[in-house]
Structures are given as C-alpha cells and as structure tokens.
C-alpha cells in the first residue's frame, strides 16, 4: 500500500491543490477582499510544479528523498536561485546594454544548480544517486518556478490595474508550463550532476556538460520563440527528455543501487 500510495500520491496533491485554489478564488471574488490576492498567486503558481515534484518522486526509483531535502531544495533553492539570477542578470544588463536569451539561461540554469550541488557536498556524503539528484533538481525547480510565476502574476495584477483575469491567465498559463520549463531542465541537469559525482569519468564529464548545454539551449529557445506551438514542441521534449532518464536511472538503482562516495 505504501509503494501504491507513492506512486499515485500526485493526483491527491493535483486535486487538494485546486480544491485550496479554487476556494480562496471565490472568496476573493466573492467578498472582493484583497487580502485574498496573495493566497490565490501564491496556490496558483505552486499547486501544478508541487505535483510534478510528487509524481518525479513516486516514480524515482527504490530511494527516496526524505522530505526535509525536498523542502529545502524547492524553498532555498528557489530563494536562492531567483536572487542570484535576478542580479546577475541586472549586472550584465547595466554592464553590456543588452543581453541575449542565452546568456539568460545559462545564468538561470546554473543559479538553480546552487542548492542541489550544497546538497551533494555537505548533505549528501554517503549516497549519490542519479535519481536523487533528478528529484532533488526538480524541486529546486519547482521552487524556482513557483517564485517566478508569482512575480509574473503580481505584475499582472498592477499592469492590468487590478483585474483578477489577467491573474487568473498569468497563473494557468505558466503554472500549467512550469512542468516543462525549469522543473525539467534542472532535474536533468542535477541528475547528470549527481551521477558525474557518484563515478567521475570522462564520460560522465561530457554527458553532463552535453546535458547543461541542452538545458540551455531549450531554455532560450522558449524564452526566444514565444509560440504556443513552439511551447507545445518544447514541453514534449523536456519532459520526454526528463522520463527517460527516470526510467533510465530508475533501471541503474535497481541492478546496482546507489554508488557510494569514495573514502
């Protein structure tokens, strides 16, 4: 029953998730009572990546990341992920004028890599498995994510001087994306990550750099393109990108569990 619980808890964090969303919505529309507005961002943006996260971890394999790992990679390392970026990326826009989509991703993506590699470092000493490190990621996406769909939503809601429909298609729009967007692009890349240090190699050095690159690339390409269909396009090939190497480090823990760290 546990094993069936873990497997399928998603859909009780999907459906609790909108219930909450839905009834402070009303509410709010309701009663017209601001003080809603921040209930209703905050659900909205976090709901959809928190059942990715669940679903990742139900099907991540025979380990499991404890739950106080998982809390602190999605909150520090959204926090965390969000401030570095947002600086960054104001430095090199006073400093250059203008900066292209693709130095946008790689500092997004290696802002989300501060947590999850402090995980590994100091947390993480005797078991570095491939799987954890996708889930671990995941959550620091999500909470990237989440933080960043709420600054979108707020800005929304001052753009269209308080309409709660602008809210409302901020918060479906990229709530209902994030799974494909940040969630997926650091799994991979955390996933890579924990696996070059369970057993550096060469090899292993190219796949996670390939898998940087990658995530990268199909950032900018999103943030570049703009389209629904190239959205669509996108989204399949992350999370496509993002199963298989479940399924393909899920198959590695179960023939030869988790490679210890070397003494």
């Known amino acids: 029953m546990a094993r069936v619980w873990r497997r399928w808890a998603w859909i009780a964090v999907l459906v609790i998730g ?11 529309v309701e009663t017209k009572n601001p003080n809603f ?9 976090a709901v959809v990546p928190a059942t990715f996260l669940t679903f990742v971890q139900g099907r991540s394999g025979r380990w499991q990341v404890p739950a106080v790992v998982l809390a602190a990679a999605a909150f520090l390392g959204g926090v965390l992920g969000v401030v570095v970026a947002g600086q960054l990326e104001y430095d090199a826009l006073r400093d250059l004028g203008g900066l292209p989509m693709v130095f946008v991703a790689i500092i997004e993506e290696s802002a989300k890599l501060i947590v999850p590699a402090i995980i590994l470092a100091l947390l993480w000493r005797r078991r570095r498995d491939p799987s954890d490190g996708l889930v671990i990621g995941v959550a620091s996406g999500m909470g990237f994510a989440a933080l960043e769909t709420m600054g979108y939503a707020f ?3 001052l753009a269209s001087n308080g309409s709660i429909g602008a809210v409302e298609e901020t918060l479906f729009v990229r709530g209902l994306l994030a799974p494909a967007g940040h969630t997926a692009w650091t799994g991979l890349t955390c996933g890579a990550l924990f696996a070059l240090a369970a057993h550096p190699t060469g090899k292993r050095v190219l796949i996670f750099v390939g898998t940087f690159a990658g995530a990268v690339a199909l950032h900018a390409l999103w943030d570049s393109l703009g389209s629904v269909i190239a959205y669509v396009v996108l989204g399949v090939v992350s999370i496509g990108w993002l199963l298989l190497e479940m399924r393909r480090y899920r198959t590695l823990s179960a023939h030869q569990g988790a490679v210890p760290r070397p003494a």
């Open 18 to 28: 909108l219930a909450l969303y839905l009834l402070v919505l009303r509410t709010m």
């Open 37 to 45: 507005v921040p209930a209703t961002i905050l659900l909205g943006a």
């Open 155 to 157: 800005t929304a809601l």
